[in-house]
C-alpha cells in the first residue's frame, strides 16, 4: 500500500539543474580543472566523497572538489541571489494535488536545508513539504539509501509505503535500494536499461506524475 511520496529536490521540482551544470564548469574552469558537461551529469545527486573519487579518476587526480565546490556555491549564490529560481513545470500542480488529499509529502535532498528550505519559500512551495530529510543529516549520501530512509522514518512509515520522485541515476538507485516505489521524471538525462530495471514507473512531467499519483491513491 502506498501512502506518501517523497520528492528529489533539485531537477524534480526545482529546475536548477541548469544551474548546477553552469557553475560547475565555470568553477572547474576557475581552477583549472578541464571538467565537461558529462562530468557534471555524472555527479547529480552523488554525496560528495564519492563525486570527489569519481573526479579524481575521470577529470584531474589533483581534483580538488571542496574549493571547487565551494566556489560553485559562491557563484550560483550570487546568481540565484540576483535572479532567484524556476520551479519544473507541474510542481505547484501535483504538490497542492497531494497537499488538498491530505497525503504526506517530504523531501530527500543532497542540498543543505538552510538552501533548499530558502529556495523552496522564494517560490512558495516550502509549506507543501511536511518532513525534510538532508544527506548531511544522514551517514551515506545518495547513492546510499540513507536519505530515503530517514525521509521515511520522518514521516512515521516504511520506504515501500512511499513513492520516490526522481530525475539522476544516482537519485534513483539511492531510492530503490532503501525500497521505494521509484518513479522518474527525467530532466537532463532518460532512463538507460539497467535504470529502467529499477523504476516503478516514469512520467515525462510532473503533470503526468500528478495523474499518475491519482490513480495510485484511487482519487477520483
Not at 31 to 54: C, D, N, W
Not at 161 to 166: K, L, M
Not at 178 to 184: L, P
Not at 191 to 201: G, H, R, T, V
Amino acid at each position: 500500500m502506498t501512502r506518501a511520496v517523497i520528492f528529489d529536490l533539485d531537477g524534480v521540482i526545482l529546475d536548477t539543474e541548469k544551474l548546477y551544470m553552469r557553475f560547475w564548469l565555470e568553477a572547474a574552469h576557475f581552477y583549472g580543472y578541464p571538467m565537461q558537461p558529462e562530468h557534471v551529469l555524472g555527479i547529480r545527486s552523488l554525496a560528495t566523497k564519492f563525486a570527489a573519487e569519481k573526479l579524481k579518476r575521470e577529470v584531474s587526480p589533483d581534483f580538488d572538489i571542496e574549493i571547487v565546490k565551494k566556489k560553485r556555491i559562491e557563484l550560483m549564490g550570487e546568481f540565484v541571489e540576483k535572479n532567484g529560481v524556476e520551479t519544473k513545470p507541474g510542481a505547484y500542480e501535483v504538490l497542492s494535488f497531494l497537499h488538498e488529499s491530505h497525503i504526506p509529502c517530504a523531501l530527500a535532498t543532497a542540498t543543505p536545508f538552510e538552501r533548499a528550505s530558502s529556495m523552496l519559500k522564494s517560490v512558495d512551495l516550502f509549506h507543501f513539504f511536511d518532513e525534510i530529510a538532508c544527506a548531511y543529516m544522514v551517514k551515506n549520501g545518495k547513492p546510499e539509501p540513507d536519505v530515503y530512509i530517514y525521509a521515511a522514518e520522518k514521516l512515521s512509515m516504511n520506504p515501500h509505503e512511499c513513492i520516490a520522485v526522481e530525475d539522476s541515476p544516482n537519485g534513483i538507485l539511492s531510492a530503490y535500494r532503501a525500497g521505494c516505489k521509484t518513479i522518474m521524471v527525467p530532466d537532463s538525462t532518460q532512463p538507460d536499461e539497467e535504470i529502467s530495471k529499477m523504476l516503478y514507473q516514469k512520467c515525462d512531467s510532473l503533470f503526468d506524475l500528478k495523474e499518475f499519483l491519482r490513480g495510485e491513491f484511487n482519487i477520483v
